[in-house]
């Protein structure tokens, strides 16, 4: 079936712009995670939402950072006022509504270059 | 505070031998264990986890990776390379009672270079 699907999947901007990020989680999942990989890095966690839940945005690394899930489904991760060090790749991951969100799903990532 | 050593930032092995790709981590209580790999241009695959029971985890692709409770590790094995394993893995741990996305701790990666 479908997996999780990202958009853009390359994104060039110029310092000081905002970005929107999307992401679409697979069908069913309730769980919905936003990380941020840098060059070199692990995984840096961002935002987690579940269900109706209210979002855990205690990654997110400032106040330029946000998102939003519209109707349990699309997340949309926002970044105002890009710095050059936001340039990374944004991975978006679901899980399906079982137990204690074991299992992971990955999309391929947006890679965010900020010049 | 829990964490993921991946010691090794590169690994380089010839098709056809074993690979081990090293993870030690920490946290309190007893750990859940995750190895994710990262193919060029595409999102994280799960690769295997350790819940509880069997020290010895199989997952996909031929790998397996086995819980070592005194050492705190994790290793990821193959016995027998193939050029198509060459990739970015990722070791993951969280503790097992707690309900939190955040607890997922990730290392920063291993690159797995398969030579022909």
């Known amino acids: 079936g479908a997996g999780v699907s990202q958009s853009p999947s390359n994104k060039v901007t110029e310092k000081g712009k905002d970005v929107e990020l999307r992401c679409d989680p697979i069908s069913g999942h309730t769980a919905l995670y936003w990380y941020r990989q840098s060059l070199g890095q692990g995984l840096e966690f961002l935002i987690y939402?579940?269900?109706?839940?209210?979002?855990?945005k205690s990654g997110l690394p400032s106040d330029r950072f946000s998102a939003e899930r519209t109707g349990g489904s699309v997340s949309t991760l926002t970044i105002q006022r890009t710095q050059q060090e936001d340039s990374a790749v944004y991975l978006c991951a679901s899980s399906p509504p079982t137990g204690a969100h074991l299992e992971k799903y990955f999309g391929p990532g947006t890679r965010l270059l900020v010049l | 505070a829990q964490s993921v050593a991946q010691p090794e930032d590169q690994v380089n092995v010839a098709e056809g031998n074993p690979l081990t790709v090293k993870c030690t981590y920490s946290?309190?209580?007893?750990?859940?264990l995750f190895w994710y790999v990262q193919y060029p241009n595409r999102g994280l695959q799960f690769l295997l986890k350790?819940?509880?029971?069997?020290?010895l985890v199989k997952g996909s692709y031929g790998f397996e990776a086995e819980f070592n409770k005194s050492q705190t590790s994790f290793h990821l094995k193959k016995p027998s390379a193939l050029v198509s394993d060459s990739a970015l893995y990722f070791c993951a741990v969280r503790a097992s009672f707690s309900g939190s996305a955040r607890q997922l701790t990730f290392g920063s990666g291993t690159q797995l270079t398969v030579l022909p």
């Open positions: 946290v309190s209580g007893n750990p859940y």
């Open positions: 939402f579940q269900g109706n839940s209210a979002p855990d």
């Open positions: 350790y819940i509880t029971g069997d020290n």
